[in-house]
């Protein structure tokens, strides 16, 4: 599984931060910045956790 985030529409609640915090970062501003695109199957609940509790809708699973 891969994921993105979009910046511009990013809230910087930090959820993602919190919830898998391996794969989300946030810049100085608070802003999103994905650590790792890339989600081994085993962390894939949780990033999905994430990407479901941000309030923006920023995050993102790609298709395969």
């Known amino acids: ?3 993105t985030a979009d910046r511009e529409i ?3 609640a930090g959820m993602c931060v919190m919830t ?3 794969f989300f970062d946030q810049d100085e ?3 999103v910045v ?3 695109a890339a989600v081994p199957d ?3 609940a949780r990033v999905r956790l994430a990407v ?3 309030p923006s809708g920023a995050i ?4 395969r």
């Open 60 to 63: 993102q699973v790609l298709p």
């Open 29 to 31: 501003g608070g802003v």
């Open 20 to 22: 898998a915090g391996e």
């Open 1 to 3: 599984m891969r994921i």
């Open 10 to 12: 990013c809230m910087s």
């Open 52 to 54: 479901g509790l941000c």
């Open 42 to 44: 085993d962390e894939q």
């Open 34 to 36: 994905l650590a790792c």
